[in-house]
C-alpha cells in the first residue's frame, strides 16, 4: 500500500486519535486522547500536538523535519472548511489536508472498491464509495439523526419503556427490567435529562441481547434500525452484488434483520480507519508532489 | 369559587411563576421568574421567596401571618416527593400541598367536570380527569417525550430538512426554506446541538403556517402530533362527549387534524391554571382544617 514516502495519518475521534507514520520504510504508531474540533476545538489542537511529539520520539525525528510530511488528518467534528484552516493556523505541519472521520473509515474498509459501508457505533453514518467518490447519508448527531445508532438504540429503549409504564404501547420483559432498573419513569427522565450519546449507547446491549430472546420491543427497534439502513442504501444508489460492510459496536445486531440481497453482499472490513488514512494520505501526497 | 378563607396558590412554570392570596375577601395577583424544582432547585426556592414577599407587601401583611395561610404550590419539575419535602424546609410555610404543575392546569380548564386537557405548549403532556381522580400521559421532557409539543414540532421540522437535504424522504418548500434559514446542513446541527426545547419551540410557527399552505412535510407533522394526542385519549379511557380541552402555544394547530368525535367534544378552557392552583388550595384547606 505505502512505498517508501514519508506519510502521516491520523484517524481522529471523540474517544481517541490514532496516529501512523511511514518513516524509512517502517510504521510507527501511537494513541493518544480523543478529539472533535466543534465540541472542543483547543482540545483537539492539544491531542494533535501530543500525537506529532510522541511520533517524533519514537521515529527519532525533529518535529520540523515531521512537519514536512504530506499528513491526512480525519477528525471528529470537522462540519465546515473554516475549521480546517483554524486548526492549520494551530498545528505545525506545512503539507496538510484535514476531512472529517468519515472518509477514512470507508477507504479503512472498502480500499479502493465500489461500496457501502454502515458506520454504527456511537453515533451512526451510511457511505457508498463508487468512481464518482463518496457520497454519505445521516449522521447528524443524536439530537436530529444519528439513527440505528447505539446512542439511538438506547434512547429509544429508554422512550418505549416510559410509554410503555403508561400504556401507550405493550409492556415487555425488556421494558418492565428498564422500569425496574432505573427504579422507576422518574429516575429515567432525569437520567435522560443529563445523558450523553456514550451514555446512551451503554444500554444497547440490553436491546441486542433482549432482541435475541424474541422481545417485541426490542425486536421493532432493530427492525427500525434496519429499515433505515435499508432506505439509506437505496437513496446512495447501492445495487446488488456491491459490497456492503458493517463497522462499529452495535453493527453486528443489524445483519439479520436486512434484506437477503443485502445480507448477501456483506464483506468483512479490509482494514481500520487508521489504514484508510494512510491510504488517503498516499492519494494527498501523491497531488501535492506531482 | 372561594369564600372568605384566607387561600394562597401558585402556578410555577419554568418560564414565569404566578401567585394568587386571597386575603379579606380580595383576590391579588403576583407574577415572577420561572422555577423548576428538578433543573434549579435554588432558583425555584428564591423565587418563591420573592413572590411570597411581593405578596405580603400587596397585601400588607407581616410574612409569618402569611405563612400561616393555607397553600397550594403546582411547580414545574415536581417530579419525586423528596423534593417537595426538601422545598418545605427551604421556605417558610407551615400548611403547604406541593405538586408537579399539571393537575393545576387540568381543574383550571376543566373546573370539577370529567374531561381530557391536553397541554401542547413549549412541553406536552395529556390528561384525564374523572370521578377516580386524575390520570396522566407524556410529558417526560423532549429527549424522550413531549410529543406534539412546539419543543417537538421545531425539531421534527429541523429533522425532516436535513433528510430531505440528503435524499431520505422529499424535499418541500418548507424543508428547503429551513435550509436557506440556516445557511446549510452543518449549521442546523450545530444548532441543534445546543438548542433547549424553548429554542426548538421559536420554529413551530413555520410548521403551523407552512401546514396552512398544505406543505406535506409539516402536514404530516401535524398529522403524527394529533394521532399521538388521539392515542393518548384511547390509553386514558376518554368517551365521546366527555369534554376536551387544548390548552398552550401549538394547540390550535391541531383542532383541524383530529377526529371528528374529538373535535365535537372541544370546549374553551374555564380559566387558567392559577384559577385552577385556587381551587386546589381550597380543597387543600378543607382537608387540614376539617
Same mark, same amino acid.
Given at each position: 500500500?505505502?512505498?517508501?514516502?514519508?506519510?502521516?495519518?491520523?484517524?481522529?475521534?471523540?474517544?481517541?486519535?490514532?496516529?501512523?507514520?511511514?518513516?524509512?520504510?517502517?510504521?510507527?504508531?501511537?494513541?493518544?486522547?480523543?478529539?472533535?474540533?466543534?465540541?472542543?476545538?483547543?482540545?483537539?489542537?492539544?491531542?494533535?500536538?501530543?500525537?506529532?511529539?510522541?511520533?517524533?520520539?519514537?521515529?527519532?525525528?525533529?518535529?520540523?523535519?515531521?512537519?514536512?510530511?504530506?499528513?491526512?488528518?480525519?477528525?471528529?467534528?470537522?462540519?465546515?472548511?473554516?475549521?480546517?484552516?483554524?486548526?492549520?493556523?494551530?498545528?505545525?505541519?506545512?503539507?496538510?489536508?484535514?476531512?472529517?472521520?468519515?472518509?477514512?473509515?470507508?477507504?479503512?474498509? %472498502? !480500499?479502493? @472498491?465500489? &461500496?457501502?459501508?454502515?458506520? /454504527?457505533?456511537? #453515533?451512526?453514518?451510511? +457511505?457508498?464509495?463508487?468512481?464518482? =467518490?463518496?457520497?454519505?447519508?445521516?449522521?447528524?448527531?443524536?439530537?436530529?439523526?444519528?439513527?440505528?445508532?447505539?446512542?439511538?438504540?438506547?434512547?429509544?429503549?429508554?422512550?418505549?419503556?416510559?410509554?410503555?409504564?403508561?400504556?401507550?404501547?405493550?409492556?415487555?420483559?425488556?421494558?418492565?427490567?428498564?422500569?425496574?432498573?432505573?427504579?422507576?419513569?422518574?429516575?429515567?427522565?432525569?437520567?435522560?435529562?443529563?445523558?450523553?450519546?456514550?451514555?446512551?449507547?451503554?444500554?444497547?446491549?440490553?436491546?441486542?441481547?433482549?432482541?435475541?430472546?424474541?422481545?417485541?420491543?426490542?425486536?421493532?427497534?432493530?427492525?427500525?434500525?434496519?429499515?433505515?439502513?435499508?432506505?439509506?442504501?437505496?437513496? %446512495? !444508489?447501492? @445495487?446488488? &452484488?456491491?459490497?456492503?460492510? /458493517?463497522?462499529? #459496536?452495535?453493527?453486528? +445486531?443489524?445483519?439479520?434483520?436486512? =434484506?437477503?440481497?443485502?445480507?448477501?453482499?456483506?464483506?468483512?472490513?479490509?482494514?481500520?480507519?487508521?489504514?484508510?488514512?494512510?491510504?488517503?494520505?498516499?492519494?494527498?501526497?501523491?497531488?501535492?508532489?506531482?
Amino acid at each position: 500500500m505505502t512505498d517508501m514516502t514519508p506519510l502521516l495519518a491520523v484517524d481522529g475521534g471523540g474517544t481517541s486519535c490514532r496516529f501512523a507514520l511511514i518513516w524509512e520504510g517502517q510504521r510507527l504508531e501511537h494513541e493518544g486522547p480523543g478529539a472533535n474540533l466543534t465540541s472542543d476545538f483547543d482540545g483537539a489542537v492539544a491531542a494533535l500536538w501530543e500525537g506529532l511529539e510522541a511520533l517524533s520520539a519514537k521515529a527519532g525525528v525533529r518535529l520540523d523535519v515531521l512537519a514536512e510530511v504530506p499528513t491526512y488528518l480525519g477528525l471528529a467534528g470537522m462540519i465546515k472548511p473554516e475549521l480546517g484552516s483554524r486548526l492549520a493556523d494551530a498545528i505545525p505541519l506545512a503539507r496538510l489536508r484535514v476531512q472529517e472521520d468519515r472518509p477514512a473509515a470507508v477507504v479503512g474498509a %472498502l !480500499g479502493l @472498491r465500489r &461500496g457501502v459501508v454502515a458506520g /454504527l457505533g456511537t #453515533g451512526s453514518f451510511v +457511505a457508498r464509495q463508487s468512481a464518482g =467518490g463518496m457520497a454519505f447519508v445521516g449522521g447528524h448527531g443524536l439530537v436530529l439523526g444519528d439513527d440505528a445508532s447505539g446512542a439511538w438504540m438506547g434512547r429509544s429503549l429508554l422512550r418505549q419503556s416510559l410509554r410503555a409504564s403508561e400504556g401507550m404501547c405493550d409492556a415487555t420483559e425488556l421494558t418492565r427490567e428498564v422500569i425496574d432498573t432505573f427504579g422507576g419513569a422518574s429516575e429515567i427522565i432525569l437520567y435522560a435529562q443529563a445523558a450523553r450519546p456514550v451514555d446512551f449507547a451503554r444500554l444497547a446491549p440490553m436491546v441486542v441481547a433482549a432482541a435475541e430472546a424474541e422481545d417485541a420491543v426490542a425486536v421493532a427497534l432493530l427492525q427500525d434500525g434496519a429499515a433505515y439502513i435499508e432506505r439509506a442504501l437505496l437513496v %446512495l !444508489g447501492w @445495487r446488488a &452484488g456491491e459490497a456492503f460492510c /458493517l463497522l462499529g #459496536g452495535v453493527a453486528n +445486531a443489524y445483519a439479520g434483520y436486512l =434484506g437477503v440481497e443485502i445480507q448477501a453482499s456483506l464483506v468483512e472490513p479490509e482494514g481500520r480507519a487508521l489504514d484508510g488514512a494512510l491510504v488517503l494520505a498516499e492519494r494527498f501526497a501523491a497531488e501535492v508532489t506531482a
